[in-house]
């Protein structure tokens, strides 16, 4: 479904984004945009559930939405999702005239209501997030990979102050999302010995689908 599949991009797009902003000489707060743009909150969540409630045919994302997409990692982005973030941004630029909000906190916001949509729980969120002014395509290569041991990952997540409650949730975006078969195909190849690279009965139903 289109719907589930954008709510993991979006998980995936607020990672990516935390990768290359930073915060406001203030700091993060829920108040950030109390004066500056108060609907905010209310915008992010009505293109979201328009999104919940339909597919919507893709579109040519504006020369804003290019940069980061076109990172190695993000290739696999949905057009949907993507589509999603742009209508979000157009329309607080145009509500809330010169007080600009970052497409990062965009991205967190529509996590959140995305998360909520799918029947998770609805949580606060911390605003004051300022876009680079550049791409910094270094940075996003520096996301895990599908073949990062159990180690790796929890002292990645570890580095970057979140635990492996994190790390869990964080990776169950493909829950409700997809995984692309041609990144751990290869341990369907190693065999199922003693120790195989993956469940074989979950590997059987992965194969089935």
Known sequence: ???RAAAAVIVLLALVCAAHSAAAAGGLSPDFYKKACPQLD???AFHVA??????RPASSASSSMTASPRAGPNKTLRRVALDLIERIRNTVHTACKDNKVSCA?????ATREAVF???GPRFDVAHGRRDALVPAPALINKLTGPSFPMPLLIQFFKDRGLNVADLVALSGAHTFGVAHCSLFEDRFKA??????????KFA???KDK
């Open 117 to 119: 949509k799918d029947g």
């Open 191 to 200: 065999g199922f010995g003693p120790n195989p690279p993956i469940d074989p």
């Open 1 to 3: 479904m289109a719907s």
């Open 105 to 109: 906190d965009i991205t967190v916001l």
């Open 42 to 44: 209310q915008i992010v």
């Open 50 to 55: 328009e999104t919940f409630r339909a597919s």
């Open 204 to 206: 059987t139903i992965l």
